[in-house]
């Protein structure tokens, strides 16, 4: 496991659930896309409504299946996996 993947996995633990709220895998990609603004659709803007921009890593970690698709929220969610969980827990994090 990556130190990005397990920061993330850390954050997901502290924070419950990561969601997901933009169609672009990355900053670049929302960036380069025709709805950025420096005004009002901006980095921040994305960063906040997608988990940091972390949308990648989270895949990584799902492939591991240390992450569960949330199935009933809105927009794309994530939560910890039984199995992610008592990984954490083994660990004694």
Do not use: P
Not at 41 to 67: P, S
Request: glycine fraction near 4%.
């Amino acid at each position: 496991m990556t130190d990005e993947q397990f920061n993330l996995l850390m954050k997901l633990k502290k924070e419950r659930y990561a969601e997901y709220r933009d169609r672009y895998a990355t900053l670049d990609e929302f960036m380069d896309s025709n709805i950025y603004s420096v005004d009002r659709f901006n980095a921040t803007y994305f960063l906040e409504r997608n988990f940091g921009g972390t949308y990648k890593i989270m895949m990584e970690l799902c492939d591991l299946l240390l992450v569960d698709d949330v199935e009933d929220a809105w927009h794309s969610t994530y939560k910890l996996s039984d199995y992610g969980i008592n990984i954490l827990t083994q660990n004694g994090l």
